[in-house]
Structure formats: structure tokens, C-alpha cells
Nanobody, 118 residues
Framework: VQLQASGGGLVEPGGSLRLSCTAS????????IGWFRQAPGKEREGVSCINSSDESTYYADSMKGRFTVSRDNAKNTVYLQMNSLKPEDTAVYYCATGFHCEETFVEWGQGTQVTVSS
């Protein structure tokens, strides 16, 4: 099983990026997918999550209204659309699988760097 976050890059403040979470050897349709991030010198924090059963979504307070998580089951992909990006959003972003957004995440993928800077 290989879980991979991609789509990161350098963007100016106020810009947008769309991250993708894909997997080989794993059907993401059956799992809750969480997005996390870790900035240098800081602890990892939860960003967002989407359940599999009802596609209910969760967001950290600082991301509400700016980030949107969604899934495309046909493509076995989960997206994190990030708008109105701020310098404090700079971090490595990871996706992870679990059975429910309120439970422990078990499989972690490689991250993608997001840098918000002018």
C-alpha cells in the first residue's frame, strides 16, 4: 500500500492550490481520509477529514470557509481545495486513512510541501 499526497507548490498569499491524495493497492472509497500538516518547528495538526459512509466533513477552525475536502470515488482520489492561502498555511501536508474521522488514522502517506510566500 502506498498513499501519496501531491499538488503542493509555491503560491502567493491569497492564492489557491488543490492537493490530491491517491493510493496504490488500496481502495480509498472505504476509508475516512484525513488531511494533516506540519510546519517547521511545530507539531502536526489536523486540517480536514472526510468520511466514507456519508461523506461528512470536518475542518479545523482556521480552515473553515477557505478549505474544502472532497472525494472522487471513480478516481480513487481525495482532494483538498485550499483557497485564500496565508503564509501561516506553509507546511508539509499529509493524507492518512482511517475508519472514521473521529478515530485513529492508521496509514500515512508521503507529504507534499505547500509554501505560501510573496
Amino acid at each position: 500500500v502506498q498513499l501519496q499526497a501531491s499538488g503542493g507548490g509555491l503560491v502567493e498569499p491569497g492564492g489557491s492550490l488543490r492537493l490530491s491524495c491517491t493510493a496504490s493497492g488500496l481502495n480509498l472509497n472505504y476509508y475516512a481520509i484525513g488531511w494533516f500538516r506540519q510546519a517547521p518547528g511545530k507539531e502536526r495538526e489536523g486540517v480536514s477529514c472526510i468520511n466514507s459512509s456519508d461523506e461528512s466533513t470536518y475542518y479545523a477552525d482556521s480552515m473553515k470557509g477557505r478549505f474544502t475536502v472532497s472525494r472522487d470515488n471513480a478516481k480513487n482520489t481525495v482532494y483538498l481545495q485550499m483557497n485564500s492561502l496565508k503564509p501561516e498555511d506553509t507546511a508539509v501536508y499529509y493524507c492518512a486513512t482511517g475508519f472514521h474521522c473521529e478515530e485513529t488514522f492508521v496509514e500515512w502517506g508521503q507529504g507534499t510541501q505547500v509554501t505560501v510566500s510573496s
